[in-house]
């Protein structure tokens, strides 16, 4: 059974540019959840897809988007970069929306984003 | 106040001693309380799961959990130089599906 995959693994991205994120989820698994964290913060709940249509949505901007496509794989996309984007952003997938409150996540490895 | 709130550290705990990590979170309705642990530059991983009143024990970590107070904790007995890391209380709630709410987490040194 493979794991959680994120791509690319490091990022570095101008203020003002665009950066599409990417997330493979575990077998079986249909919610992807994405995260942020800064450094020295908790991770922060950015948004979760179930069976393609976002389930949920934390306190970010309209510019940070989502994508999940029928092989539950997603994509997080942020516009207008901003210098305070730089973090660490996190994917996870659970076997269903709403299963992470019994079992936790399983995140992958992140994607570290820098915005120069 | 905050969703979730841990004790400040940095907390620095001999090789073989107990490290006691705290944890209280603001939602009567929380429902699911995890402990991540976080080694420097890699993603969080879950080391413990709690969701009822008490003590949870898996070899030497134990998960104490009060909802009267909302407070948990995390014990790790012979600290091993090994366990020095981040330690991130996460925390679910019913009306929130599939969200958790992350502390500022706390780090931890274990010298030899």
């Known amino acids: 059974e493979t794991g959680v995959t994120q791509s690319p693994t490091h990022l570095i991205k101008t203020r003002g540019q665009q950066v599409t994120l990417r997330c493979s989820s575990q077998?079986?698994?249909?919610?992807v959840s994405w995260y942020q964290q800064a450094l020295g913060q908790g991770p922060q709940f950015i948004f979760q897809y179930y069976r393609e249509e976002e389930n949920g949505r934390g306190n970010f901007p309209p510019r940070f988007s989502g994508l999940q496509f029928p092989n539950y794989s997603s994509e997080l996309n942020v516009n207008a970069l901003e210098l305070d984007d730089s973090a660490l952003y996190l994917c996870a997938s659970s076997p269903a929306a709403g299963s992470s409150m019994n079992y936790g996540y399983t995140f992958g490895s992140g994607t570290r984003l820098t915005v120069v | 106040q905050k969703e979730v709130e841990q004790n400040s550290g940095p907390l620095s705990v001999p090789e073989g001693a107990i490290a006691s990590l705290n944890c209280t979170y603001s939602d009567r309705g929380s429902q699911s309380f995890f402990w991540y642990r976080q080694y420097s530059g890699k993603s969080p991983e879950l080391i413990m799961s709690i969701y009822s009143n008490g003590d949870k024990e898996d070899g030497r970590f134990t998960a104490q959990l009060n909802k009267a107070s909302q407070y948990v904790s995390l014990l790790i007995r012979d600290s091993q130089p090994s366990d020095s890391a981040t330690y991130l209380c996460a925390v679910g709630r019913g009306s929130t599906l599939g969200r958790l709410y992350f502390g500022r987490g706390t780090q931890l040194t274990v010298w030899p």
């Open positions: 077998s079986g698994h249909n919610t």
